[in-house]
């Protein structure tokens, strides 16, 4: 019951951990835009009950049209999914049937099960240099790495999680040519603004062994909807959609999907909000004792700590009943980095105090 949880957004284990309910839980573990679910997505949700007793759409047509339409791509070159994790465990599969899969680390967990679960042969390419700091993709060698094979995959997202470091297309840009296959998960781009973003979106015509992830649950606050699409080539795609199970995505949503996408209002309300509460979190956690937050292109912060980030992680939840994630399950990072989301300024002054009460 108590088993230390490899995700953020358990506060049933941190709730159970200090004797209290989770809705007392003030959760800073999991990064999801707290400005949402937009308005848009939830009346599309309530819209969409009547549907109910149909069967959803096996080609999510619509859904598609409305992606295409959003990102500039052909419909049959996107597939909805039920969350951009079900679309990693398909993308593990394509990635075990080459020689050797480059995996850049500390890597998000379910990296790891995806790879796992078809035995892919994995090499880590650490960003986290001897140094101890983290260095940009151009900085590890990986021409001396690929030289026993061209037939080599790569596993990466953009901005990485959980330094927050954001690659440039012209960095990725000739990983593309060495690699028999390049998934790039791109969760947390959304957070950036279209004159910031760096996706390879654009790039899927151009390389067939591109496959981009993209998820819902962040920017959109819908982690309980489970969606999440691909964009790569439709051989590719058809072949994920002969292996899975049928009607993956629900039509709930895939309503609100068609709706969230679309409301342009909802993104600029939170790009406004990250670029302010964003780099007031960061300024009020660098001016704490210890502590040397990274700066982030997501809507998270990882910081290194001078304490163990789990004694720090259990003193919150007793004296404040405030849930941070700790990276012990990141093994390069281990007991001395933690992460925190960004979210409203009330909220991110809390943990600071929260933390202040600790550490002075």
């Not at 062994?209 to 819902?216: A, D, K, Q």
Request: aromatic share 10%.
């Amino acid at each position: 019951m108590f088993n230390r949880p490899l995700h953020g957004g358990n506060i049933a284990w941190a709730a159970a951990l200090i004797g209290c309910s989770p809705d007392a839980i003030l959760d800073f573990s999991a990064s999801i835009n707290p400005l949402g679910p937009p308005e848009s997505a939830i009346a599309a949700i309530k819209s969409h009950l009547p549907n109910l007793p149909a069967y959803p759409d096996p080609d999510y047509y619509q859904l598609r049209i409305t992606l295409s339409e959003v990102h500039q791509v052909p419909s049959d070159w996107i597939l909805p999914g039920n969350g951009s994790a079900e679309l990693l465990t398909w993308a593990g599969w394509d990635l075990s049937e080459l020689d050797r899969t480059f995996l850049v680390t500390p890597a998000f967990n379910d990296y790891w099960r995806a790879l796992r679960a078809f035995n892919a042969r994995v090499v880590e390419c650490p960003l986290l240099s001897a140094a101890g700091e983290f260095v940009s993709l151009e900085f590890l060698d990986w021409k001396k790495q690929t030289l026993a094979s061209l037939n080599n995959g790569l596993l990466l997202n953009n901005p990485h999680n959980p330094t927050g470091k954001l690659f440039l297309k012209e960095t990725i840009l000739p990983l593309l040519k060495m690699f028999a296959l390049v998934v790039v998960d791109e969760a947390f781009m959304d957070f950036l603004p279209p004159d910031r973003e760096q996706s390879l979106i654009p790039l899927v015509h151009e390389f067939p062994n591109l496959v981009i992830l993209r998820s819902l649950t962040k920017f959109y606050s819908l982690p309980g909807l489970r969606l999440g699409y691909a964009i790569a080539h439709p051989e590719r795609l058809k072949r994920w959609q002969a292996r899975r199970d049928p009607w993956p995505v629900n039509v709930l949503a895939a309503a609100a999907a068609q709706a969230a996408i679309a409301d342009t209002v909802f993104q600029r309300q939170t790009w406004d909000w990250l670029q302010v509460s964003g780099m007031k979190l960061f300024q009020g956690l660098a001016e704490l004792p210890g502590l040397n937050p990274y700066e982030s292109a997501a809507n998270f912060l990882l910081v290194k700590s001078a304490v163990s980030s789990c004694l720090l992680q259990e003193k919150l939840l007793q004296e404040s009943q405030i849930l941070i994630r700790d990276c012990v399950s990141f093994p390069e990072l281990g007991d001395r980095y933690f992460r925190v989301a960004v979210r409203s300024q009330i909220d991110n002054q809390r943990l600071i105090s929260g933390l202040a009460k600790i550490l002075l």
